[in-house]
């Protein structure tokens, strides 16, 4: 089994602040995997775009790495999982763009989705944070 731990913000506002991700990958209870980036700041930038960025990011590691496993996502943006999950309509310019990319870079694959709280996310959340400190530090 895979499971993957995704996040993203938008600081110091959002939005138009600087957007950033972090995600963590294991296969049982060994890490495989984890990354973390800036996407950008300023206009376009969203809570929202960094979480699925997050989401998108780890779905192509899985696919670049011929990954079969089972595959469960968590993450603590009720948005990003109930829209994955089709649960809640989508309706903004951002989810009509990585909805269905990310929905075609998980064709064929057994996954689920699964909100978790903040506090269950905290390795995601914590890269997140370290892209943002290295982003201001430059």
């Known amino acids: 089994m895979i499971t993957v731990f ?14 950033t991700y972090g995600y963590v990958i294991y296969r049982g209870i060994k890490k495989i995997k984890a990354g973390c980036r ?3 700041s300023g206009v376009g930038m969203t809570n929202n775009v960094a979480e699925y960025s997050g989401l998108k990011r780890a779905a192509e590691w ?50 689920k989705f699964v909100w978790v709280p903040r506090e269950q996310n905290a390795e ?15």
Not at 85 to 94: A, D, E, L
């Open 6 to 19: 995704f996040d993203g913000l938008c600081e110091p506002k959002n939005p138009g602040g600087v957007a």
């Open 38 to 40: 800036v996407i950008g």
């Open 62 to 111: 899985i696919n670049q790495n011929g990954i079969e496993d089972d595959i469960l996502f968590k993450g603590d943006s009720q948005l990003v999982i109930n829209q994955m999950n089709g649960i809640w309509q989508i309706k903004s310019g951002t989810s009509r763009r990585f909805v269905p990319e990310i929905r075609g870079l998980l064709k064929g694959k057994r996954v």
């Open 124 to 138: 995601a959340d914590m890269l997140s944070n370290v892209a943002y400190r290295r982003f201001v530090k430059r």
